[in-house]
């Protein structure tokens, strides 16, 4: 069939040719949102005027009627057509006649597109964020209910400090509390309309672009038509958030991987959140966090794949620009599942404060407080420094912790040790001491889980 654009040509593509092209598979998603828009602007041309005020009706009507047949299934999207904004119009056409033709007056498919693209950004922004504020709401509960169990803190994955798991576990919500914010400002910058730019140079109708973008909703317009057409600035920074959001998804679920094997044994997932093997019947295997880590590098891929695309694009609009679409619904579809998956896991996980506990014994994680407890008695630091390490050292060669090396073994080390030191190198002193802003200690926990509620 010949294009609704045949002129020049006749419209008849190479049937690879025109397969090629299509993006209807890609942005057939986007047809509420297409709709949404061409009922904006046949309202806006009724309006000013430049189509009769009967025909923005008929056509307002036969869009909505078609809003409704998409929805229920009965209009089903032809997977031939060229893309969405064609089939709308070429539906609308055949619903309604020849004042469908009028639609199109004042707009080019390189505004619908970037519209649409917007408008449909918007929501799954909101639906992200939402989720986000799921996923923090956990973290709060969980940080709540265990605040107060030790685990062992690390560097270089190395045994550093005694540490509140809420606290551990808190730094994530800090994470995802930033990705929130992150998705808002990027919100503000994808509010924009592009509609009216006319392919690019603007038109010479007597349009009114922002009556246009306050019936979507837009506080903003596009200032330059160029620009309307030609930015996926919001597409780029959508992509850099999502891949920020699976980055902390990632780290997270890779402690969840740590912290469930044998050898840290610091939680247990929930049955159902995990999986067995096909040949190993003792298996109980955490896919889904693995799946959250893995997952991240196909948004990176996404986001990466369309800076690519836009690198070296002359202004304006370019037909690898449809390049886009395909990455940014990944992103949308891979952050979604994954949170969806990753916050009631969270949710349904076993905390075993006992073998956290355990595993911050060993490691001699409180040599730093011993340390304090001689600069507290009058040493200067860096030789309670190294006289803490000197003692650590000789316990290492008895085969004991800092807790059980007897008194006499302190005192034999330094005469400036007595009773009192058991007391200041209790990993419950080591973490309750630590009060100052944001450290580990119970108050400070607390006051964290509380920023955290207030954003919920
Ligand atoms: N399907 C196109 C896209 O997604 C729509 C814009 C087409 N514009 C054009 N001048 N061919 O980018």
């Given amino acids: ?21 299509s993006s209807i598979s890609v942005d057939c998603r986007m047809y509420a949102q297409d709709i949404q828009g061409s009922i904006a602007h046949a309202t806006m041309l009724g309006m000013q005027g430049i189509i009769g005020q009967d025909d923005a009706e008929k056509i307002i ?13 009965a209009i089903a999207i032809d997977p031939d057509a060229e893309d969405i904004h064609m089939f709308v119009e070429q539906v609308l056409t055949e619903k309604i006649g020849d004042v469908g033709k009028k639609l199109h007056t004042a707009r080019s498919r390189n505004d619908q597109v970037a519209l649409d693209t917007r408008l449909y950004l918007i929501t799954e922004i909101d639906d992200i964020s939402a989720k986000l504020k799921g996923l923090l709401k956990v973290i709060a509960n969980v940080a709540e209910e265990n605040n107060g169990v ?10 550093a400090q005694p540490i509140l798991f809420s606290h551990q576990i808190l730094a994530y919500a800090m994470m ?3 990705d929130v914010e992150r998705l808002a400002d990027c919100k503000k910058r994808t509010r924009v309309s592009p509609i009216g730019s006319c392919a690019l140079a603007g038109t010479t109708y007597n349009t009114n672009r922002e009556y246009e973008a306050e019936l979507l909703g837009l506080p903003e317009i596009a200032l330059n038509s160029i620009d309307g057409v030609s930015d996926r600035d919001f597409c780029v920074e959508f992509l850099s958030a999502a891949s920020l959001i699976m980055m902390h998804l990632s780290r997270f679920s890779e402690e969840i991987i740590l912290w469930s094997s044998s050898e840290f044994s610091f939680i247990e997932l929930s049955d159902d959140y995990t999986t ?17 880590r893995g997952k991240t590098g196909r948004v990176y891929g996404d986001l990466v794949g369309l800076l690519t695309t836009l690198k070296g694009l002359p202004l304006a609009y370019n037909k690898d620009m449809q390049e886009d679409k395909e990455g940014v619904f990944d992103a949308i579809d891979t952050v979604k599942m994954c949170l969806d998956v990753f916050t009631p896991m969270l949710s349904k996980m076993k905390v ?12 001699f994680m409180n040599a730093t407080d011993l ?26 060669a008895k085969d004991c912790i800092l807790e059980t090396l007897p ?50």
């Fill in 407 to 456: 008194l006499e073994e302190y005192k034999a080390a330094c005469e400036l040790f007595d009773e009192d030191v058991y007391e200041a190198i209790a990993l419950e002193t080591c973490v309750a001491k630590r009060i100052s802003a944001g450290g580990t200690s119970k108050e400070s926990v607390e006051k964290q889980i509380e920023y955290i509620k207030n954003l919920i």
């Fill in 150 to 159: 030790i685990m062992p803190g690390y560097t270089h994955l190395q045994h």
């Fill in 61 to 73: 009507e036969g869009l909505k009627d078609i809003l409704q047949g998409i929805d229920s299934g």
């Fill in 371 to 396: 340390a304090d407890y001689l600069v507290k008695k009058g040493m200067a630091f860096r030789d309670a420094y190294k006289l803490s390490g000197k003692i650590v050292a000789l316990c290492i």
């Fill in 352 to 363: 075993k404060k006992d073998s956290m506990y355990a595993a911050a014994q060993k490691g």
């Fill in 176 to 178: 995802f509390s930033r």
């Fill in 276 to 292: 067995g093997s096909s040949i190993m019947p003792q298996k109980k295997n955490p896919d889904m966090a693995e799946l959250c």
């Fill in 1 to 21: 069939m010949a294009k609704m654009w045949a002129g020049r040509t006749a419209g008849e593509v190479n049937k690879t040719a025109d397969d090629f092209n």
